[in-house]
C-alpha cells in the first residue's frame, strides 16, 4: 500500500466517527455572560459598521442554532463507543450553562450532555443518547515518533465539516500556557504532541489519527503568528477519564487545590525570587481563583499564597518532573509530602492527603 493509500483508508476508518459541536446559549443568559470587556470591544466594532447599536440587537441578529438559540461558539469531537461516549476539549465545552449540539458525519442530529470536564487535562468527555453509532479506535501514544504521518480530523472555522488535514509528528512532550475561557483565564497544558497538519479554529476536539486510523491525540490548539504548528492532547491522558466516566458515571480525580506558575530562570529574574524552580503558589486576582482553595488538602497541609514548592516526595520540580504529572499518576488517598519555601524563612516539609475532587 503506497502511502498515498494509507492516508486515505485512515480516514475512512476514522472520519465516520467524527462529529461537529455547536455551542448555543439563549438571548437573556448570553446577555449577561458576555464580559464587559467584550461588550465594549462588539459594540465599537458595530458603531465602525454601522450596525445595530445596543447590546439586544446586536445578540438579536448574531446567527442561531436550529432550536433558535444563539450560536456563541463551535468545535470537534470524535465517538469512542457505540453507546454514544464522545470524547472533545474541555475548553470547546468550558460554558456550563450553554446548550451544546452534535451533528454526526452521516448529519444526525444530537443533543449531547455534558458528563466530565478534566481539571488537569483539556479534555471533555460527552454523551449523546445514540446506540450503534460509528465509533473510532484509541491508539496508544506513548509509541508515537517523532516524524510519523498523521492526519486532523474536525470542523474547521465551524462552517466546513469533515475537514482532513495530513502531516507528521513535528514534536514531542510540547509545554504551552493557553487561554481557556472568554475571561482569559490561563491553563497550562504540558506533554503535547506538536504537528504540522493543519489545524484550524474549529478543530479542536477533533482526533488526530495515525496511519492505522487510530487515535492518537485530541487536536487542541494552534501558536498564534505561525505557520503549521499545532498541538494535541496525546490520547493516553484522556483514557483513564473516559474509564472512570463510563464506569462511575463522573470524574474521579484527586485533588490538591491550588494554582500556580512554574518557576524558571526568567520568572525568577523577574520576581526577585530565591530559586530558579519549583512552582509558586498564586491565584487569578479573585476570591474565587485564589492560589489555595478553601479546605483543600493544600490548605490544611498550610500552603500558602506566595509560597514556593520545591519538590513532591523528594524530587524537585522542573521541566523533567511537573506536579500535573505527579496528581495524575497518583489516587486518591495518597500523601504527599512538600519541601516548601515560604520569603526569607528556612525550607520546611509539609504533607497533604488527596481528596476526591467534587
Not at 488535514?165 to 513535528?170: D, L
Not at 497550562?188 to 493543519?198: E, N, P, S
Amino acid at each position: 500500500m503506497t502511502h498515498e493509500e494509507s492516508i486515505i483508508e485512515a480516514i475512512k476508518k476514522a472520519l465516520p466517527a467524527v462529529v461537529s459541536i455547536v455551542i448555543g446559549k439563549d438571548s437573556e443568559a448570553l446577555l449577561h455572560s458576555i464580559p464587559e470587556s467584550m461588550w465594549q470591544e462588539i459594540e465599537r466594532e458595530a458603531k465602525d459598521e454601522h450596525a445595530a447599536t445596543t447590546r439586544s440587537e446586536i445578540i438579536r441578529h448574531m446567527p442561531k442554532t436550529d432550536d433558535g438559540k444563539v450560536r456563541v461558539g463551535f468545535g470537534s469531537g470524535f465517538l469512542v463507543s457505540r453507546e454514544g461516549y464522545i470524547l472533545t476539549n474541555k475548553h470547546v465545552v468550558i460554558d456550563a450553562d450553554a446548550e451544546y449540539t452534535v451533528l454526526t458525519a452521516a448529519n444526525d442530529t444530537y443533543t449531547a450532555k455534558v458528563l466530565a470536564r478534566d481539571p488537569l487535562n483539556d479534555v471533555a468527555i460527552l454523551k449523546i443518547e445514540a446506540n450503534n453509532v460509528p465509533s473510532v479506535e484509541l491508539g496508544n501514544s506513548d509509541d508515537i515518533k517523532l516524524g510519523q504521518s498523521v492526519v486532523a480530523l474536525g470542523n474547521a472555522l465551524g462552517e466546513f465539516q469533515n475537514t482532513v488535514s495530513a502531516g507528521i509528528v513535528s514534536g514531542l512532550s510540547r509545554f504551552i500556557t493557553a487561554m481557556s475561557d472568554d475571561e482569559h483565564h490561563a491553563e497550562h497544558l504540558r506533554g503535547l504532541i506538536q504537528t504540522d497538519a493543519a489545524i484550524n479554529p474549529g478543530n479542536s476536539g477533533g482526533p488526530l489519527v495515525n496511519l492505522a486510523g487510530e487515535v492518537i491525540a485530541i487536536n487542541s490548539a494552534i501558536a498564534q503568528g505561525a505557520q503549521n504548528i499545532g498541538f494535541a492532547i496525546p490520547i493516553n491522558r484522556a483514557k483513564k477519564d473516559l474509564a472512570s466516566v463510563m464506569k462511575f458515571g463522573k470524574l474521579k480525580k484527586p485533588f490538591l487545590g491550588i494554582r500556580y506558575v512554574p518557576i524558571n530562570d526568567f520568572l525568577k529574574e523577574k520576581l526577585h525570587l530565591s530559586t530558579a524552580y519549583g512552582i509558586l503558589i498564586r491565584g487569578e486576582h479573585a476570591p474565587e481563583h485564589a492560589g489555595v482553595v478553601k479546605g483543600s488538602p493544600a490548605a490544611e497541609a498550610g500552603i500558602r499564597e506566595k509560597d514556593i514548592i520545591l519538590s513532591v516526595n523528594g524530587k524537585p520540580l522542573d521541566e523533567k518532573n511537573i506536579l500535573e504529572e505527579v496528581l495524575e499518576t497518583s489516587e486518591i488517598g495518597d500523601r504527599l509530602t512538600f519541601k516548601v519555601l515560604r520569603g526569607s524563612d528556612p525550607e520546611f516539609e509539609t504533607s497533604a492527603v488527596l481528596a476526591e475532587r467534587k
